[in-house]
């Protein structure tokens, strides 16, 4: 059974570049991970979000891959110095 993530992330208007920037240099490190299945990094039209995603052979996978994102400085919760309000974060399972 397959394990992923969806995030929403809201990064203030002055930081939002460097926000897609970071989460593209973390989205490169998960690619190196085992057990790694896909990575995306998008933005709603209205420019409001970023959201991230992600899939992993296991939730095991996923675990240990989480710790590679914690070093870079990315967490799958709380709020970061660039953004305004708390991420929303949805764990998958697939089905």
Known sequence: ?????????YPAA???????????QVAEALRQQPGFLSVGVWVTPDGEAVVTTGAFESEETFRATADVAREMGA????????????REVHFLVSH
């Not at 059974?1 to 992330?9: E, K, N, P, Q, T």
């Not at 930081?15 to 989460?23: D, L, P, Q």
């Not at 967490?75 to 708390?86: A, F, I």
């Open 1 to 9: 059974m397959s394990f992923g993530f969806v995030a929403f992330h």
């Open 14 to 24: 002055e930081h939002f570049e460097e926000f897609v920037g970071t989460c593209h």
């Open 75 to 86: 967490t799958p919760d709380g709020l970061s110095d660039l953004e305004v309000r708390p």
